[in-house]
Nanobody, 121 residues
Framework: QVQLVESGGGTVQSGGSLRLSCVASGRTFVGYRMGWFRQAPGKEREFVAAIASGNSFYRDSVKGRFTVSRDNAKNTVYLQMNSLKPEDTAVYYC????????????????WGQGTQVTVSS
């Protein structure tokens, strides 16, 4: 059974940092692009960042603040979030997929349950 399990969410003040982790199990994800989406209350789920074959991708609003990385030996992907803003508040979902359209939700086959990130002003 394939599972993606996120951890590291929490509540921080504006300007603070958090590091999210996602451990994948049930199959190898070598060759899969792994990344993160987020969903704020009342909004659609949106692409945040992804990494594949050493290339990383980010939505414009997080560039320079967030860094995505992965450890294939541990089947784990990370999201380091710095200089957090209240508008970053959302549930963050780990995901894995192979379709080449990076920011499209439909490009990803596997999803975690999500971890809450709350940034207070």
């Amino acid at each position: 059974q394939v599972q993606l399990v996120e951890s590291g969410g929490g509540t921080v003040q504006s300007g603070g940092s958090l590091r999210l982790s996602c451990v994948a199990s049930g199959r190898t994800f070598v060759g899969y692009r792994m990344g993160w989406f987020r969903q704020a209350p009342g909004k659609e789920r949106e692409f945040v960042a992804a990494i594949a074959s050493g290339n990383s991708f980010y939505r414009d609003s997080v560039k320079g603040r967030f860094t995505v990385s992965r450890d294939n030996a541990k089947n784990t992907v990370y999201l380091q979030m710095n200089s957090l803003k209240p508008e970053d508040t959302a549930v963050y979902y780990c995901t894995a997929g192979r379709n080449p359209i990076v920011p499209a939700r439909t490009s990803y086959e596997y999803w975690g349950q999500g971890t809450q990130v709350t940034v207070s002003s």
